[in-house]
């Protein structure tokens, strides 16, 4: 089992840039395949971009070119660069571990998350 812990969200404007950070316990982080999900107000949580075990990537649409995620599993950390952001990115963001061998798309495919981080980009 694996606990996870965000923080790195903000107000920023558009245009501007964050980093989200994932900090995960347990000895075995680099066993997860992992995600950076996001929560806006009335909508369904979606995925933002996942990561393999190995390092592959997966990036939906709307935020390929502008947000790179990536892992050390040194530091049992797994980040998510957001730059050029815009108020549509505006949302409450989650990481998400799942038990498996490669990362997956669907809110149901993971199996632990952490509490959230609150990112809004003022226009």
């Known amino acids: 089992q694996v606990q996870l812990v965000e923080s790195g969200g903000g107000l920023v404007q558009a245009g501007g840039s964050l980093r989200l950070s994932c900090a995960a316990s347990?000895?075995?982080?680099?066993?997860?395949?992992m995600g950076w999900f996001r929560q806006a107000p009335g909508k369904e949580r979606e995925l933002v971009a996942a990561?393999?075990?190995?390092?592959?990537?997966y990036y939906t649409d709307s935020v390929k070119g502008r947000f790179t995620i990536s892992r050390d599993n040194a530091k049992n950390t797994m980040y998510l660069q957001m730059n050029d952001l815009k108020p549509e990115d505006t949302a409450v963001y989650y990481c998400a571990a799942r038990n498996g061998f490669a990362y997956e798309l669907k809110v149901s495919d993971y199996n632990y998350w952490g509490q959230g981080t609150q990112v809004t980009v003022s226009s």
């Open positions: 347990g000895r075995t982080f680099n066993t997860y395949p």
């Open positions: 990561i393999s075990r190995g390092g592959s990537t």
